[in-house]
């Protein structure tokens, strides 16, 4: 028998046995709701109208509504006669009420209704009691019925369960075991099925392909195809994309590096020509802009691209190289095609970037003291300070010439750190904002002490971490800590607070100097940017480079000044 008819033959039978329980089920089901429904419809509803004559009856004499509403009742009961005999019992009830509505006041009427009514409702009584002992045989019957069915079926299934998958798997698993020895050279496997179904039908030509395998696996041509995949396998565990051209830009190979730029599958390149990949992809047509003249060759190497790759702008220096080789027989060279390999240099730009920003911070901070010592000339020159000799002026005029050199030579650095290319380089990570806080103010204690500032700390208990560079974030800190000391007077105070607001930590810190006036607060930010006018000589540096660092982790830097009142400086960082 065919597998295929095996398995309709038991999923069919499985399918047709769930039917005929379902079915089975179903009409028991009705029938104990039908039985359930006709007690509660027939007689359920006749006791209520019995009911509701009994207390009509005892309502006569106080109630003029009451035989109107015992006469409603009867009504009702004349359409719900069920039962033997309980068509005459109805009747007699209504001749006795037509009696009593002549005769209000015999009590003998009274006495021969209210007997009418209790035979009613003994009747009834009694049928919901037959009735109600039907139903549970006919339950007791329909659950050993059900129980034999679902039992038969479950023996069924449980043949199905245990020849099915075994009959079908067995071979399965035999024919994997066969396929792993092919994938491991051995060709000189078989497999030795004695069935008439499809597996026979796969056995035979398992054989028919090992068989041919081994006689290729004898061939020159799989000592070729060998060394095929050897060199296909070193291109794709380069780390950088290459993409090979024959000598009419047929795209002969890409290695899976060069596909995840292009970001393109294999089978869409391979045997197409490169022009017409061209067409729809951006940087394949950059490639071949330097195929197409190939005296720009050399320039075009020396040109890096900037591609988006593993999630973030990388950079790559083409590198085209020509393949040429001396047919047998002949002396001159041909062109048989060409490779492209873009070497990756994205880490030699990031630390160019890195660069960039620490040339930037490093000017900034040594110009400050390089401007004291250049102050602290300036007061000895002053005849007010004292007198001094000849060499001691001389000395003053070497160290003065020493300070104007270093002067330049920070100048020229604040000018290179313009050329800044990319992003900053952050190394994000959980990051305990009472360890920044703690490390800022301990680079700035002596700093506020020769000033007598007073440094008040309001902090929230157990602070949530936040995503953050810590070290790139405490030196942003620093610095404003150090601007709010540099612009405070003696003997001042700055307040510094670190809060959780919604899903970020606020830092900020509060100095009482002479403010920033509102058209400056747009451009406090700004690169080399300085306010006019303010006596404290900067590079401009300090605060954009704090808002470059704060933005590339995702945060907001602000500032709130007001002339006289002093300024705040607050950045946050999301938790």
Not at 80 to 105: C, H, M, P, S
Not at 137 to 153: N, Y
Not at 159 to 173: E, M, S, T, V
Not at 354 to 374: C, D, G, Q, V, W
Request: glycine share 4%.
């Amino acid at each position: 028998m065919k597998i295929k008819a095996k398995l309709l033959l038991g999923i069919g039978s499985l399918f047709i046995l769930i039917i005929l329980l379902a079915a089975l089920g179903a009409r028991e089901i009705n029938a104990l709701s039908a039985a359930t429904n006709n007690i509660l419809v027939a007689n359920y509803n006749t006791l209520d109208y019995t009911r509701n004559m009994l207390i009509a009856l005892d309502e006569v004499e106080t109630n003029k509504n009451a035989l109107n509403k015992f006469e409603s009742n009867l009504a009702k009961q004349n359409y719900n006669i069920t039962e033997i005999g309980e068509k005459e019992l109805t009747e007699k009830l209504a001749q006795d009420f037509e009696k009593l509505k002549v005769y209000r006041k015999d009590e003998s009427l009274l006495l021969f209704i209210r007997k009418d009514l209790t035979d009613i409702m003994l009747l009834n009584m009694q049928a919901i009691e037959r009735k109600s002992n039907v139903a549970k045989q006919q339950a007791t019957d329909s659950t050993l019925l059900i129980a034999l069915t679902g039992t038969f079926c479950f023996v069924i299934s449980l043949i199905l369960i245990f020849n099915l998958p075994g009959n079908i798997a067995n071979p399965i698993k035999e024919l994997t075991q066969s396929i792993k020895q092919i994938a491991s050279m051995n060709y000189k496997e078989r497999i030795n099925f004695e069935r008439d179904d499809e597996f026979g039908e796969l056995a035979t030509s398992f054989n028919i392909m090992a068989e041919k395998l081994q006689e290729y696996n004898s061939s020159n041509l799989a000592k070729l195809m060998f060394e095929k995949k050897r060199i296909e396998m070193l291109i794709n565990n380069m780390h950088d994309p290459v993409i090979g051209f024959d000598e009419n830009k047929i795209i002969l190979f890409v290695n899976d590096e060069a596909l995840k730029i292009l970001g393109l599958k294999a089978e869409d390149l391979i045997d197409k020509p490169a022009q017409d990949i061209a067409l729809t992809n951006d940087l394949m047509r950059s490639l071949l802009q330097s195929l197409i003249n190939e005296r720009n060759i050399e320039i075009q190497n020396n040109k890096p691209l900037k591609i988006y790759a593993d999630n973030k702008e990388s950079y790559f220096e083409k590198e085209i190289v020509n393949i040429s080789i001396i047919p047998t027989g002949e002396k001159e060279a041909q062109h048989i095609g060409l490779f492209i390999v873009l070497n990756n240099i994205t880490p030699f730009k990031e630390l160019d970037f890195a660069k960039t920003n620490f040339i930037a911070t490093i000017s900034h901070e040594l110009k400050t003291p390089i401007s004291a010592i250049k102050a602290s000339l300036q007061l000895l020159e002053n005849k007010n300070t004292g007198v001094i000799n000849d060499d001691q002026k001389e000395l003053i005029t070497s160290i003065k010439e020493d300070s104007n050199r270093l002067l330049k030579i920070i100048g020229e650095l604040l000018n290179l750190s313009q050329v800044e290319t990319g992003n900053i380089h952050l190394n994000i990570q959980s990051g305990d904002p009472n360890k920044i806080l703690h490390y800022a103010l301990e680079a700035v204690k002596m700093e506020a002490d020769q000033k007598s500032i007073k440094l008040n700390v309001t902090a929230d208990d157990q602070l949530p971490s936040v995503k953050a560079d810590t070290e790139k974030t405490a030196w942003v800190l620093i610095n404003l800590l150090t601007n709010a000391i540099r612009y405070s007077k003696e003997h001042s105070e700055i307040l510094i607070e670190v809060s959780k607001i919604n899903d970020t930590v606020l830092f900020s810190v509060k100095d009482y100097g002479k403010g920033i006036e509102a058209k400056y607060k747009d451009k406090i930010f700004t690169r080399y940017f300085q306010i006019p006018g303010s006596s404290k000589a900067g590079t401009g540096l300090g605060l954009s480079i704090s808002k470059e660092f704060i933005e590339a982790q995702g945060g907001e830097i602000m500032v709130e000044s007001i002339i006289g009142e002093g300024s705040k400086f607050s950045f946050s960082l999301n938790i």
